[in-house]
């Protein structure tokens, strides 16, 4: 039972445009949401998280929505970069426990 | 210096076999955490340690699998009788403490054949 879920398997943009990676979780005990990069042969590299106390947390070209009724997060980059390709994981955990909860990730190509 | 270092990269070895992964930490960093990938899933948590004890082993599968962590540094993963459906990306991740991002090596890939 896939508790966190990335649906769409990829994403192609044209690079200078808006990349929106989706993510929908269904345990309500997760407070604390994260997204990883991973570059093929690398290992996943932390981009931005949000506690479930926020509802947006932004950090340069990123930013992070979190819809707690919806049990829904997304991750907005602006503008997409070519080097942005990647795969992206969104991941969950809950309050006192330190095992993150993967999604199944997301790869974005942005084509030059 | 440093970042997750993980060695091999790649292991192959045959069904039945002991296979040991090693995982070095970020110097400093007292959490550690080791992770399963599969093809086409995300990670999946096996274990977590905080300093030399085993904090949370939920998620390790079975009892073929077994983790120490002697002197709260490098730890070693450690696998029984292997059988094929093992092969996968093992990660390992660390942090400052827990709570903290958790900062990921490359993998080791294990193939059982």
């Known amino acids: 039972d896939q508790q966190v879920k990335q649906n769409s398997p990829s994403l192609s943009v044209q690079e200078g445009r808006i990349s929106i990676l989706n993510c929908d979780y269904t345990?309500?005990?997760?407070?604390?949401f994260l997204w990883y990069k991973k570059y093929p042969a690398e290992g996943p590299t932390f981009l931005i998280s949000?506690?479930?106390?926020?509802d947006k947390n932004e950090d340069g070209r990123f930013t992070v929505f979190l819809n707690k009724s919806a049990k829904h997060l997304s991750l907005h980059i602006v503008p997409s970069q070519p080097g942005d390709s990647a795969v992206y994981f969104c991941?969950?955990?809950?309050?006192?426990?330190?095992?993150?909860?993967f999604g199944k990730g997301m790869k974005l190509t942005v084509n030059p | 210096g440093a970042g997750v270092s993980q060695t091999p990269s790649n292991k192959v070895t045959e069904k039945g076999k002991y296979v040991e992964l090693r995982c070095d930490p970020i110097s400093g960093h007292t959490a550690l955490y080791w992770y399963r990938q599969s093809l086409g899933q995300g990670p999946e948590f096996l274990i977590y340690?905080?300093?030399?004890?085993?904090?949370?082993d939920s998620g390790l599968p079975n009892d073929r699998f077994f983790a120490v962590r002697p002197e709260g540094s490098v730890s070693t993963l450690k696998i029984q009788r292997t059988e094929r459906g093992d092969s996968a990306v093992y990660l390992c991740?660390?942090?400052?403490?827990?709570?903290?991002?958790?900062?990921f090596g490359a993998g080791t890939r294990l193939s059982v054949l």
């Open positions: 340690f905080q300093g030399t004890g085993a904090a949370d």
């Open positions: 949000i506690s479930s106390i926020k």
């Open positions: 991941a969950a955990s809950v309050g006192g426990s330190e095992k993150l909860v």
């Open positions: 991740a660390s942090s400052l403490d827990t709570k903290n991002i958790q900062y």
């Open positions: 345990n309500s005990m997760f407070d604390y």
